[in-house]
């Protein structure tokens, strides 16, 4: 079993910046990739952006590329999410998920087998 715990929302002006952190605990040693997600209220959990736990391999959503960055220190077991110029339609509770079956990050829910409780980023206009 794997366990995620998200920190680092929290309430921030839009054009303002926060790092999410997401620490794994458990078999993490069966890690192929870490994503994020995010569900706005009344909406679908969409993809944000992944990475693979070895290699260089990142994707991201079209909403985020050149304002977020995905990164991770293997040492750590820590996956963490850059988010800068951030908007309004940014708010969302934002979930990390670990992949252990597939060779490339995937980009969907079902992707992942395991989940943190999530995070609440805000962003004021």
């Known amino acids: 079993q794997v366990q995620l715990v998200e920190s680092g929302g929290g309430l921030v002006q839009a054009g303002g910046s926060l790092r999410l952190s997401c620490a794994a605990s458990g078999r993490t040693s069966s890690s192929l990739s870490m994503g994020w997600f995010r569900q706005a209220p009344g909406k679908d959990r969409e993809f944000v952006a992944t990475?693979?736990?070895?290699?260089?391999?990142?994707y991201y959503a079209d909403s985020v590329k050149g304002r977020f960055t995905i990164s991770r220190d293997n040492a750590k077991n820590t996956v963490y999410l850059q988010m800068n110029s951030l908007k309004p339609e940014d708010t969302a509770v934002y979930y990390c998920?670990?992949?252990?079956?597939?060779?490339?990050?995937?980009?969907?829910?079902?992707?992942?087998?395991?989940w943190g409780r999530g995070t609440q980023v805000t962003v004021s206009s």
């Open positions: 998920a670990l992949d252990s079956q597939r060779n490339l990050p995937p980009r969907t829910v079902g992707g992942y087998e395991y």
């Open positions: 990475i693979a736990w070895i290699g260089s391999i990142t």
